[in-house]
């Protein structure tokens, strides 16, 4: 099933995500309408607090991205990265900062510079709760890092600078009171 995606305002956005367990009602159903809703809007990456859940569940699944020649030199591992993280903790943040443009399903027609460093360490449950602790890096750990921040009630915008944030008021504004186009199914908080 194909689940509104909360938009920019809605205050779930914001609050840190809960730990749940394994007994966590329709947990598979709700992880592969996730799935669904994901690929509706051509994402790929939607945490549980934009279908307004405030739970600590994401997915990702940048296997669209080993298509493209920008990712040629790691197009194998991006081809096998569909991954469904639960209580995820960011262990640790290495490497160099790297600038990527960033967009979010939550906040249509905004994309910004977001610098995040290269490498994370990761833990986090899987979809059966088998217990992992990874490293990620390249864009992997950056889709990773922008969904954590989800679950932490932050959005990719708490990240620019204070000039940024005033430039991109005006359509943060519009997307709350569902002055946007887009093309997939989303509830404004307005």
């Not at 194909?2 to 598979?28: C, H, M, S, W």
């Not at 910004?112 to 986090?124: A, M, N, P, Q, W």
């Not at 969904?147 to 991109?168: C, M, P, Q, R, W």
Request: contains cysteine; negative net charge.
């Amino acid at each position: 099933m194909i689940l509104p995606i909360r938009a920019f305002g809605d205050p779930v956005l914001r609050k840190t995500g809960k730990e749940i367990d394994k007994n966590y009602p329709d947990l598979q159903e709700l992880i592969d309408n996730m799935f669904e809703t994901m690929y509706s809007a051509n994402g790929i990456g939607l945490a549980a607090p934009q279908i307004g859940l405030d739970i600590r569940l994401f997915i990702v699944d940048v296997t669209p991205l080993a298509e493209d020649e920008d990712y040629e030199d790691i197009a194998d591992e991006l081809k096998e990265f569909r991954k469904v993280f639960i209580n995820a903790k960011i262990l640790e943040e290495s490497g160099e900062e790297w600038k990527f443009n960033e967009g979010c399903l939550s906040i249509p027609d905004v994309r910004e510079d977001v610098k995040r460093k290269s490498t994370i360490l990761i833990e986090y449950y899987d979809e059966n709760f088998v217990k992992h602790t990874e490293t990620f890096s390249d864009i992997r750990a950056r889709v990773i890092q922008h969904e954590y921040d989800h679950i932490e009630g932050t959005l990719f915008t708490d990240h620019l600078s204070a000039l940024k944030k005033k430039l991109v008021k005006g359509k943060l504004t519009k997307i709350t009171q569902g002055d946007v186009s887009i093309g997939y199914k989303m509830r404004f908080p307005k």
